[in-house]
């Protein structure tokens, strides 16, 4: 069940992104009970897998690595790498400050 909620949760940030107005030119899927790949090539390009940890346990969670660019209000090109799994959403980006 958890893994339906995460899974949805994440299509919606997805959607919720912004460019979603922008034509999608590719479009791939594969969703089965331990892992999930997703591919949509936009304008700017978004690139996700995930798959099931520690499946059947107390610590069972989803880890998705992905990564996404786009071209700001400025014209220059912004690339987005990231992993999210228990530790949380982590990006990293020459753009983005570290901590």
Known sequence: ???VIVLVALF????ARPNRDAET???D???EPENYNYKRVMESRLRR???VEDLGTEEEAIVVKGSY???GDDGVTY???YIADKNGFQ???AHIPVA
């Open 12 to 15: 919606a940030l997805a959607a």
């Open 49 to 51: 897998r995930g798959h």
């Open 69 to 71: 660019s786009y071209i």
């Open 29 to 31: 899927s594969n969703v």
């Open 91 to 93: 990006p990293q980006g």
């Open 1 to 3: 069940m958890k893994f």
């Open 79 to 81: 690339s987005v790498n």
């Open 25 to 27: 030119l590719r479009y």
